[in-house]
């Protein structure tokens, strides 16, 4: 179940002032407000990279099937599921490109 219409033009960034740290080809993210910890997969690991400025949905799908070898349609439905876990744990948000 989508959290928020996340379609190839929705425009996503990773929510800001959250402190994150590498931990080889993981990621670990705290949000001391909520008093959560949590761990990113080199996949996922990699999402909140290309997060770190605004960018669409399909644009973050096509990068992600030229890296993995993965077919557009499972990688469009595991990038929607991640993204609508992101956004329930406060990590993600829909960005506006300044004009």
């Not at 996340?6 to 001391?32: H, Q, W």
């Not at 349609?73 to 829909?94: A, P």
């Amino acid at each position: 179940m989508e959290l928020f219409p996340a379609g190839p033009d929705t425009l996503v960034a990773r929510s800001e002032n959250l402190p994150y740290s590498r931990v080889d080809d993981s990621i670990i993210a705290i949000d001391s407000d909520a008093g959560y910890c949590f761990a990113m997969n080199v996949t996922t690991a990699r999402i909140w990279d290309l997060l770190s400025s605004p960018i669409r949905v399909g644009a973050l799908c096509d990068s992600l099937c030229g890296e993995f070898n993965v077919d557009p349609e499972t990688c469009r439905n595991d990038v929607i599921s991640i993204l609508c876990e992101m956004k329930q744990n406060g990590l993600l948000r829909e960005a506006i490109l300044s004009q």
